[in-house]
């Protein structure tokens, strides 16, 4: 069994006639950190509200941590826990309040509750905060409330939509960490982010959406590795000349070449750019330049996702 299982997943809004999600499938596995990303309208967060028991789809079946989301979904909120991109705090409560009050919704016994709430105020860095009223907090410390009050029932899966949207640096990373620790822990999370690094770095695999389908699903290397010229060698030349990208061209394990600014051309190859740099030198061979700089670098998730989703604003 794993932690999520989608299948066959399809939402038509009501006055939309394009589906939100069409028929998608795909399964989260137990512990993992699983990444959704797709450009706004893609259907990640109509595909999270039907895990998380808030929107209900036109068809599908969808199982968390073996509990049918559908048919129990009062048995569903007891094993997965949201976190929401925006602030959805009571403001009248202090964070101490905020973290028992979720919990004894869930039904956890009162010194536990209070057990709780002290690690994860904790864990959080919170604890010189706990009396405090959640209305003067900022984006940061508003965020980190919440993932606390998320864990307060100890969830076995937490969705986590847009985990560093808005927040500085500092907070960024410390929420990075915190769900390196959770996934340590066992806790399966699935986060849905627009950032690319944060994707690259966070998740084991992730999924990449677009128009309500999935478009591909893999580790993050394993995507960046399928895209033909994953790796590029950018030349300086120091004598911009066009017969040169022609010459470059034409060298066998070059997949595409691209003519920068500056008389810089950019060479995308599957190959080791370490063995093709000798080929590319000899090729230019016999043309009036000379080679003043050669930079190595690998394409990333975004390069993924932007061959994927193409470049247009939504
Ligand atoms: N309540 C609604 N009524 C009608 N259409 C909706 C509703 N909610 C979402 N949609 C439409 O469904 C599609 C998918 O939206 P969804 O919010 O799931 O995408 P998303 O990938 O989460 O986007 P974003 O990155 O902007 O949050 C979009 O075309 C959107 O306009």
Same mark, same amino acid.
Request: glycine share 12%.
């Given at each position: 069994m794993n932690a999520v299982e989608v299948e066959n997943l399809t939402k038509n809004y009501r006055g939309n006639p394009r589906a939100a999600v069409d028929g998608i499938s795909f399964e989260? /596995?137990?512990?993992? *950190?699983? =990444?959704?990303?797709?450009?706004?309208?893609? =259907?990640?967060?109509?595909?999270?509200?039907?895990?998380?028991?808030?929107?209900?789809?036109?068809? =599908?079946? *969808?199982?968390?941590?073996?509990? #049918?989301?559908? /048919?129990?979904?009062? +048995?569903?909120? @007891?094993?997965? &826990?949201?976190?929401? @991109?925006?602030?959805?705090? #009571? /403001?009248s %409560?202090?964070?101490?309040?905020? %973290?028992?009050?979720?919990?004894?919704?869930?039904?956890?016994? +009162?010194?536990?509750?209070?057990?709780?709430? #002290?690690?994860?105020?904790?864990?959080? =860095?919170?604890? $010189? /905060? &706990?009396?405090?009223?959640? $209305?003067? %907090?900022?984006?940061? @410390? &508003?965020? +980190?409330?919440?993932?606390?009050?998320?864990l307060m029932h100890e969830p076995r899966v937490l969705f986590l939509d847009e985990p560093s949207g808005g927040l500085d640096p500092q907070s960024r990373l410390f929420v990075h960490e915190r769900v390196a620790e959770l996934r340590e822990r066992g806790v399966t999370v699935v986060l849905t982010t627009h950032q690319m690094d944060e994707a690259a770095k966070l998740c084991d695999r992730v999924a990449i959406l677009d128009h309500g389908k999935v478009l591909a699903l893999d580790t993050p290397g394993a995507? *960046?590795?399928?895209?033909?010229?994953s790796n590029t060698l950018t030349l300086a030349l120091d004598s911009a000349e066009g017969a040169a990208a022609a010459a470059l061209a034409a060298v066998e394990t070059v997949e595409r070449v691209e003519e920068l600014p500056g008389g810089r051309v950019r060479l995308y190859t599957s190959h080791d750019p370490g063995e093709v740099l000798p080929t590319v030198v000899k090729a230019l061979a016999g043309h009036d330049l000379t080679l003043a700089g050669v930079e190595f670098a690998r394409l990333g998730l975004e390069d993924v996702f932007l061959r994927l989703t193409g470049r247009e604003l939504r």
């Open positions: 989260v /596995r137990h512990g993992e *950190v699983f =990444g959704m990303l797709g450009p706004n309208g893609a =259907g990640k967060t109509t595909t999270v509200g039907v895990l998380t028991t808030r929107v209900r789809p036109s068809g =599908g079946r *969808v199982v968390v941590e073996g509990v #049918d989301v559908l /048919r129990e979904p009062t +048995r569903a909120r @007891q094993v997965l &826990a949201v976190v929401p @991109q925006r602030t959805n705090l #009571d /403001r %409560l202090s964070i101490r309040q905020v %973290l028992q009050c979720h919990a004894a919704y869930h039904a956890v016994p +009162r010194a536990e509750r209070r057990r709780r709430a #002290d690690e994860l105020l904790e864990r959080m =860095g919170l604890a $010189d /905060r &706990a009396g405090d009223r959640t $209305d003067g %907090l900022s984006g940061g @410390q &508003a965020q +980190r409330v919440m993932i606390a009050r998320a995507l *960046v590795r399928e895209l033909p010229g």
